[in-house]
């Protein structure tokens, strides 16, 4: 299994400005992935996150509200802009264990974000 | 569409109790499917992986099937305690398409001392 640490835990944060969430692996992943679930729901995925290219985003997901970096096979963040209190959420990353098939997913501890 | 399904949404059980969690899916190409365990405000917790030519897999108390011409996974746990209290979430990794994971809305259990 993979060993997956998060920064913040939570936060609260005033509409209009941003926050960028880390994602920290305790080895070397080829899959990432962010997931955003808002209250009373479940995981719905945000983006797959690509070591040396950009980012893959789901429908109604975008790159300007989810800014998304991979610098390296360990690590990525995911950055929520111009936030407003529907982006109220746990944000959450999560990792592919093993190839295909026999993958097997991972998730981080979560973000909890309040905007006010 | 790919969709996963979990009914009940809600459970409350006396401790000691056996009991059986529903999962449903709407498509039988799948690569695998896990159960995922989470407590509340926290992340989730992965229980059982299931691959696709698997019927079965078993850990300590939990028991998951897979029935992928029926589209169906059970989740079984023996002899619930209150420390099993948590929403439990089945997810499915479906061939084709996005090849993502996709989630049921979970099921809530209380196990009552």
């Known amino acids: 299994s993979a060993v997956i640490s998060q920064k913040p835990s939570r936060d609260i944060c005033q509409r209009g400005t941003s926050l960028t969430i880390q994602c920290q692996v305790d080895?070397?992943?080829?899959?990432m992935f962010w997931y955003r679930q808002q209250p009373g729901q479940s995981l719905t995925l945000i983006a797959t996150?690509?070591?040396?290219?950009?980012?893959?985003?789901e429908s109604g997901f975008v790159i300007d509200k989810f800014p998304i970096s991979r610098p390296n096979l360990t690590f990525s963040t995911l950055t929520v802009s111009n936030m407003s209190p529907e982006d109220s959420s746990i944000y959450l990353c999560?990792?592919?264990?093993?190839?295909?098939?026999?993958?097997?997913?991972?998730f981080g501890p979560g973000t909890r974000l309040t905007v006010l | 569409k790919q969709e996963v399904t979990q009914i009940p949404a809600a459970l409350s059980v006396p401790e000691g109790e056996n009991l059986v969690l529903n999962c449903s899916f709407t498509?039988?190409?799948?690569?695998?499917l896990q159960w995922f365990r989470q407590d509340p405000g926290k992340g989730l917790t992965s229980l059982l992986l299931?691959?696709?030519?698997?019927r079965e897999q078993t850990s300590g108390r939990l028991n998951a099937s897979l029935d992928k011409s029926s589209g169906r996974s059970t989740l079984y746990i023996a002899a619930s305690q209150p420390g099993d209290s948590a929403t439990y979430l089945c997810?499915?990794?479906?061939?084709?398409?996005?090849?993502?994971?996709?989630f049921g809305k979970g099921t809530k259990l209380t196990v009552n001392p």
């Open positions: 996150a690509n070591q040396g290219s950009e980012a893959t985003y």
């Open positions: 080895s070397q992943v080829t899959m």
């Open positions: 997810a499915v990794l479906f061939q084709g398409g996005s090849e993502k994971l996709v």
């Open positions: 999560s990792v592919e264990s093993r190839g295909r098939p026999l993958n097997e997913q991972f």
């Open positions: 299931i691959q696709s030519s698997q």
């Open positions: 498509d039988s190409a799948i690569y695998n």
